[in-house]
């Protein structure tokens, strides 16, 4: 697409639920990335995919937290039995991966996620 | 490891000042150097780089200068517009490091009519 796609835009749930995040980077993007941008923080980074593999989980901050990726394209972010500290703007980026790392990445517009 | 500072904020200034937010790194190798910006509930935009030093990156009036020697990538405008008003996020990328770009915690742009 002509850009990266997230969705929802905005997703409120109950605590304990589980959540789906979607994001449907730029086509022939190879690399993917989520972020985590909570109310007046910065960026804090969640996971990179390189195609459909994911060389750095570290930024996963519990296991309730996961992602994939297919067809190295779109990618999901779960969150199992949600927290209220897991409210926060999920963001995603995409770029065209390493060695091209000059043209910067492009993200999306994010989820916000509200746990009540 | 690598690390972007940014100052901090909320900048406030009035409508036609100058501005500058200072942005200093520590990389392993020759980063990439970027200025994002993020309006009141979007998403993060590309508004300027720069791959290696003394490269000058611009786009709509902003500035900023690969400065290796001081490792800074300060952002200037020599007027801003109310419209300007944003939060703004200096990063890098590492080809000598992690390919996962690092940004510094933005600084919070308002400016007033």
């Known amino acids: 697409g002509a850009g990266v796609s997230q969705s929802p835009s905005n997703k409120v749930t109950e605590k304990g639920k589980d959540v789906e995040l979607r994001c449907d980077p730029i086509s022939g993007h190879t690399a993917l990335y989520w972020y985590r941008q909570s109310l007046g923080q910065g960026l804090e980074f969640l996971i990179y995919?390189?195609?459909?593999?994911?060389?750095?989980k570290s930024g996963l901050p519990s296991d309730r937290f996961s992602a994939e990726r297919t067809g190295g394209s779109v990618s999901t972010l779960t969150i199992q039995r949600t927290q209220q500290e897991d409210s926060a703007v999920y963001l995603c980026?995409?770029?065209?991966?390493?060695?091209?790392?000059?043209?910067?990445?492009?993200f999306g517009s994010g989820t916000r996620l509200t746990v009540v | 490891g690598d690390s972007v500072t940014q100052m901090e904020g909320p900048v406030t200034l009035s409508e036609e000042a100058f501005l500058t937010i200072n942005c200093t790194y520590t990389a392993t190798g020759y980063p990439s150097l970027f200025w994002y910006v993020q309006y009141p509930g979007e998403g993060l935009q590309l508004l300027l780089k720069?791959?290696?030093?003394?490269d000058k990156g611009s786009n709509k009036g902003f500035e900023a200068t690969y400065r290796k020697e001081t490792t800074s990538f300060h952002l200037e405008k020599g007027s801003v517009q109310v419209s300007d008003s944003a939060v703004y996020f200096c990063?890098?990328?590492?080809?000598?490091?992690?390919?996962?770009?690092?940004f510094g915690r933005g600084t919070s742009l308002i400016v007033h009519p």
């Open positions: 990063a890098l990328s590492d080809p000598g490091g992690s390919y996962i770009p690092t």
């Open positions: 995919f390189q195609g459909n593999s994911a060389p750095d």
């Open positions: 720069a791959t290696k030093a003394d």
């Open positions: 980026a995409s770029s065209l991966g390493q060695g091209r790392i000059n043209y910067g990445y492009t």
